[in-house]
């Protein structure tokens, strides 16, 4: 069965403090990793996939990278307006499962 | 821009009642998905639908049950509501193997 583990659950920095969230999984074929950023009472938003092992994606102060087994989110100098959950998905063959998150607080 | 729209953001209903969770999308999308969430549980994931008139069951469809006659909409049923349905409903789509799109959520609770 596929499974998406995310660590840590949640996570608090001060603002410039740079770290990295980790997304572990199992799934017999993977069609790719996405990772999404959820505000508050709405839908999770779109951030990064990555397919295959080696890869990485950069968007501001984010950037996703993707090995046999896991993948991490590294942020670096975060803002406050970076404070989100911050979720993991897995796609094999038609379905998408998510982790349970990391919610992320980024202190002024 | 591209939108998937769900039909109610807060609803109330009694234990029992029959619940209908619509979902529209604008892409043409061949997926769709319906998702709960749940604090320290992140997104489980309900039915989803791969073309008209096809459903897969996810993770947790028990209490639960999909239609989806048309391509761009994809509606969630609760038969008969209870009290651990209490959740954000959250419907998605999406192309295969591409991103999902998701909708703003359903805040139901169940009296």
């Known amino acids: 069965e596929d499974q998406v583990t995310q660590s840590p659950e949640a996570l608090r920095l001060q603002e410039g403090e740079s770290s990295s969230l980790n997304c572990s999984y199992t799934?017999?074929?993977?069609?790719?990793l996405f990772w999404y950023r959820q505000d508050p009472g709405k839908g999770p938003e779109f951030l990064f996939t990555?397919?295959?092992a080696g890869e990485e994606k950069e968007k501001e102060r984010l950037k996703a990278t993707l090995t046999k087994k896991e993948s991490f989110l590294h942020i670096t100098a975060p803002k406050p307006e970076d404070s989100a959950t911050y979720l993991c998905?897995?796609?094999?063959?038609?379905?998408?499962?998510f982790g349970a998150g990391t919610r992320l607080t980024v202190k002024p | 821009d591209v939108k998937v729209t769900q039909s109610s953001r807060y609803l109330v209903k009694r234990t029992g009642e029959k619940v209908f969770l619509e979902c529209v999308q604008d892409?043409?999308?061949?997926?769709m998905f319906w998702y709960r969430q749940d604090p320290g549980l992140g997104l489980r994931l309900i039915y989803f639908?791969?073309?008209?008139?096809?459903?897969e069951k996810g993770d947790i469809p028990e209490g639960y049950s999909v239609s989806r006659e048309k391509k761009e909409r994809f509606s969630l049923i609760l038969e008969s509501a209870s009290t651990n349905q209490t959740s954000m409903y959250l419907c998605?789509?999406?192309?295969?193997?591409?991103?999902?799109?998701f909708g703003s959520g359903t805040q139901l609770s169940v009296l």
């Open positions: 998605a789509s999406g192309q295969l193997y591409e991103k999902l799109f």
């Open positions: 799934v017999s074929g993977l069609r790719g």
């Open positions: 990555l397919y295959s």
């Open positions: 998905a897995v796609r094999d063959n038609n379905d998408m499962r």
């Open positions: 892409m043409d999308h061949e997926n």
């Open positions: 639908s791969y073309d008209v008139k096809m459903k």
